[in-house]
């Protein structure tokens, strides 16, 4: 195939850009300098010139608390940006695969969301992903909108992405012990995201690795267990103590209704994925 892959300086696009590239794809990766997705113009001009079979958009405004204060900035991208490039995917009938978020829900079910949950975003971050779902497919009847939540990878800058830097450098950290989700490994979401590409079955899909869900306090002692970490160095905290500006779903684990049905392997286990991740995190 030959895939466009937006926000190429992303994790997941660094990870997604590998995948395909190693898969045999024509890759085009552009960077928010070389594609501006909130400028349609621009957009449709990009993808007449480069004509790929499919489209992997992984630019988003991920900054939750700074959605809360510029709710343009983040509806620029997240909402207006992703109609545009579903726009400009049917003007030249590509494949078109977006990625949206676990916090389009608002943490009420205590078990797993699956596409039959009604969304409820509680933030701004939130309801602009849900804004730039919904405009995908009412623009584009062909896109494919994935949710996934709780992403780490090489390069990633988040609590998950570091928090083994942070223990192996023997500095305590407070960890989040009241909010659940499923962690995701960015090399898996990607390697999805191109198999959701080539299924080519419009359609909503929950992408996580498999597994109960846990939380970051959880999570950063599972990697004190596998990295043979100290875990008194992990504080247990309430998400309450940090007075961050957005509200967050207090669990938002994902499960998906379909992949299994369409033919797609079950995700990996995520204690798996996440053991793979540190060992090649640790040689690099």
């Not at 190693?22 to 909130?38: C, F, H, K, N, Y």
């Not at 602009?128 to 779902?133: A, I, Q, S, V």
């Not at 988040?158 to 960890?175: D, E, G, S, T, W």
């Not at 080539?198 to 929950?206: A, F, I, K, R, S």
Request: with cysteine.
């Amino acid at each position: 195939m030959k895939i466009v892959i937006t926000g190429a300086n992303g994790m997941v696009a660094r990870s997604a850009i590998a995948h395909c590239r190693e898969m045999g794809d024509e890759t085009v990766a552009l960077t928010r300098q070389e594609l501006d997705i909130s400028d349609a113009a621009a957009v449709v001009k990009s993808f007449e010139a480069i004509m790929p079979d499919a489209v992997l958009n992984c630019a988003a405004y991920t900054n939750v608390d700074g959605a809360e204060s510029d709710p343009e900035s983040s509806a620029r991208v997240n909402s207006v940006g992703v109609r545009n490039l579903a726009a400009a995917c049917r003007q030249i009938d590509s494949r078109f695969v977006t990625i949206s978020t676990d916090f389009v829900f608002d943490g009420r079910n205590t078990g797993f969301y699956t596409q039959r949950d009604t969304p409820n975003p509680l933030s701004v971050y939130g309801r602009t992903k849900l804004d730039g779902e919904i405009l995908a497919r009412d623009t584009y009847s062909r896109s494919i909108i994935v949710r996934s939540g709780w992403i780490y990878g090489s390069g990633g800058t988040n609590f998950l992405c570091v928090v083994h830097k942070l223990l192996a450098a023997k500095k305590p950290i407070n960890a989040i012990a009241d909010s659940f989700g499923t962690p995701t490994f960015a090399g898996d979401l990607s390697a999805r995201l191109r198999q959701l590409a080539e299924l080519d079955l419009p359609g909503v899909y929950h992408v996580a690795n498999a597994g109960e869900g846990i939380s970051y306090a959880g999570f950063a002692e599972m990697v004190c267990g596998l990295g043979g970490y100290e875990k008194d160095l992990v504080k247990r905290i309430s998400a309450n103590d940090l007075n961050r500006p957005a509200p967050r779903p207090v669990t938002s684990k994902l499960q998906c209704l379909l992949s299994e049905r369409l033919g797609l392997a079950p995700m990996r286990q995520w204690t798996e994925a996440l053991e793979n991740f540190l060992a090649a995190d640790h040689e690099g």
